[in-house]
């Protein structure tokens, strides 16, 4: 007996907003239940648009500690999470550093864009942080010590001189470049595919407290063909909103939502 093949497109709007539980799941970490599960074969899926607020703060933790060495041996400070310019950020490293045993001053130069940090104490030396290399030589694959944003270079000791240190390079306070929308439940479906995560890239380019909008058609196309296609009921979906270090951004509350396609035949 013959079949006819229906193809047909499909797309579903996803909204963190739906999410099965505000007690269990995060706006960048959730589950949704559909109304009228995906039934067929599913050829491909891709990404048509996604709207994401950029409220992610540009200091986060665990990337917040500076490290350094005073009078009285190896010492830390911690600067509270939350989005900085140069000028809100100095006062507030500066304020810490005093409330150690030492007396420091923490200066910007507008025409080199360095900083200088200056210590009452003639040995002040900068260490490290918590930065690790890959075996690619990649900064990125342990987040990159705070050192990195005020300008300092990773995995390196910075002594002062007379207890003035001023930073090779520029501060990097630019925030996040990129959020990853990842699609966990193809994955109990489908084991060979063209590509092995489900993951869709999506540029940030807007500043602090701006909307992020991406559409195909302005972006990339971002499809995924499946190599076998198995007869599926999908009743759900998990969604993650990751940074670059893999880990579920933190929008601070606020919700986001995205568009995908779905090439379906149906016999």
């Given at each position: 007996m013959l079949h006819n093949i229906i193809e047909m497109i499909q797309q579903l709007s996803v909204n963190s907003l739906a999410r099965l539980n505000y007690l269990n799941y995060t706006?960048?970490?959730f589950r949704i239940d559909l109304a009228n599960p995906l039934i067929g074969k599913i050829k491909s899926?891709?990404?048509?648009?996604a709207t994401i607020p950029n409220t992610l703060y540009?200091?986060?933790s665990p990337i917040n500690v500076m490290t350094f060495t005073d009078s009285t041996g190896d010492t830390s400070i911690t600067i509270p999470p939350g989005n900085y310019s140069i000028n809100t950020?100095?006062?507030?490293?500066?304020?810490?550093l005093n409330a150690t045993t030492d007396t420091y001053t923490v200066t910007y130069d507008a025409t080199t864009g360095k900083i200088t940090i200056t210590s009452s104490f003639a040995g002040f030396i900068l260490l490290p942080g918590n930065t690790q290399l890959s075996d690619r030589g990649e900064i990125f694959?342990?987040?990159?010590s705070f050192n990195y944003q005020l300008g300092f270079t990773p995995l390196t000791t910075f002594p002062s001189t007379a207890g003035?240190?001023?930073?090779?390079?520029v501060p990097s306070l630019q925030g996040l470049e990129h959020l990853y929308i990842r699609v966990r439940q193809f994955k109990q479906f489908y084991k060979n595919t063209v590509n092995t995560f489900f993951t869709f890239d999506v540029?940030?380019?807007?500043?602090?407290?701006g909307i992020n909008y991406y559409t195909e058609e302005t972006g990339s196309i971002q499809k995924y063909t499946m190599q076998q296609s198995l007869s599926i009921n999908v009743g759900f979906f998990e969604i993650d909103l990751l940074n670059v270090f893999g880990n579920n951004a933190n929008l601070n509350g606020s919700d986001w939502g995205f568009v995908m396609e779905f090439e379906?035949?149906?016999a």
């Open positions: 706006s960048s970490s899926f891709s990404l048509k648009s540009n200091i986060i950020l100095l006062p507030v490293i500066e304020a810490l694959a342990s987040p990159p003035v240190l001023t930073a090779p390079n540029p940030l380019y807007q500043s602090f407290n379906i035949d149906e």
